[in-house]
């Protein structure tokens, strides 16, 4: 009985023993630092993740259908005509402003739009300003979440009086 004790003991210290030391243990040993982001930035946070799913649901179309998504999408438009970009914000906080940054064949800013995504919002649209001026050839826009850049799509501006050529499919 004794024995049993003393083992009950000396394994009760051993345990308190090596919990003490793996709390200071933990305190002189250097914290690992996060591991980068594949881009070379800081680690990726949750508002990475949500600019990477939105990026993938930006679309550019000739029309929007009655729930704010694209009806006609389309990647090349004709002077003057509707232009509308709709992006999925199902992966934003309510509040957080999205800001599309138009620019022209020789990277000349076109403009700007920018909206807060409302609260229940799964998607917000775009409509671009009168393209009349904008020059053919190819355009892109960029779009910011939060600030940050979430990407950017590409698309072509047709002389006015010429049809659009037909969207290829995603």
Partial sequence: MNARIAITALGLVTLVGLAGCARSCARSEP???????????????????????????????????????????????????????????????????????????????????????????TVVNFRAKDTSAWPPGPHRVEIWVGGAKAGEQTFTMTPSGSPPAPSSPR
């Fill in 31 to 121: 914290t690992p630092s996060p591991t980068p982001a594949a881009s070379g930035g800081p680690a990726a946070s949750a508002g990475d993740a949500a600019r990477a799913v939105l990026i993938n649901s930006v679309v550019l179309g000739h029309s929007l259908s009655p729930d704010g998504t694209v009806g006609t999408p389309g990647t090349s438009f004709a002077q003057g005509g509707p232009l509308f970009v709709a992006v999925n914000v199902s992966a934003i906080s309510p509040g957080t402003e999205v800001k599309l940054s138009w620019y022209g064949p020789s990277g000349t800013g076109e403009g700007d739009d920018q909206l807060v995504v409302p609260p229940g919002a």
